[in-house]
């Protein structure tokens, strides 16, 4: 059964850090993987979408990998500001069935 | 931009009572989800449906139903809610049907069954 982890849980940095956010799974056979953040109180937004072909993307400061073999993934955010503060969450599109998500890592960024 | 609504941001019902609640996505996605979301256990998948009137089950489908009439709805029914069932529930879709890519979310709905 495919799990995915998020460690750490929680992180707490200050302004202009640049981090790193690390999400593994246990099965590599996936078509994608797809990061979001939270809000308190609200939704997910979809921040990037990784195909199972593609080792790499990008959106303005935020790079996501992926590294299929080992079962890792990693969230780079540069140059981090308190907006964002948030909850960070992985999840893997296993084959054929819907998505599987980590329970997510909380940013807190100190300005 | 795709955009799935959901009916309520907060609903509070009493114990007993049928609860509907509805989501709607305006992208023609084929497949749609209903989560559960709580803290420390994270996000469970409740129902999904990838196409209409077609449902299955996630991991924790006791206690609700679903229904699927049109493509760009899906409806939770809590048929008899219970306290239990206080949660942040969050709808979601996705494009081709069984081919589970991007999901998009809706904004939440927070229940409270007192």
């Known amino acids: 059964k495919q799990e995915v982890t998020q460690i750490p849980a929680a992180l707490s940095v200050p302004e202009g850090e640049n981090l790193v956010l690390n999400c593994s799974f246990t099965d590599s056979a996936i078509y994608n993987l797809q990061w979001f953040r939270q809000d308190p109180g609200k939704g997910l937004t979809s921040l990037l979408l990784i195909q199972s072909s593609q080792r790499e993307q990008t959106s303005g400061r935020l790079n996501a990998s992926l590294d299929k073999s080992s079962g890792r993934s990693t969230l780079y955010i540069a140059a981090s500001q308190p907006g964002d503060s948030a909850t960070y969450l992985c999840a893997v599109n296993p084959s054929q069935i819907p998505l599987v998500f980590g329970k997510g890592t909380r940013l807190s960024v100190i300005a | 931009d795709v955009k799935v609504t959901q009916s309520s941001r907060y609903l509070v019902k009493r114990t007993g009572e049928k609860v509907f609640l509805e989501c709607v996505q305006d992208?023609?996605?084929?497949?749609m989800f209903w989560y559960r979301q709580d803290p420390g256990l994270g996000l469970r998948l409740i129902y999904f449906?990838?196409?209409?009137?077609?449902?299955e089950k996630g991991d924790i489908p006791e206690g609700y139903s679903v229904s699927r009439e049109k493509k760009e709805r899906f409806s939770l029914i809590l048929e008899s809610a219970s306290t239990n069932q206080t949660s942040m529930y969050l709808c979601?879709?996705?494009?081709?049907?069984?081919?589970?890519?991007?999901?998009?979310f809706g904004p939440g709905t927070r229940l409270t069954v007192l």
């Open positions: 979601a879709s996705s494009g081709e049907a069984g081919n589970y890519n991007e999901q998009f």
């Open positions: 449906s990838y196409d209409v009137k077609m449902k």
């Open positions: 992208m023609d996605h084929e497949n």
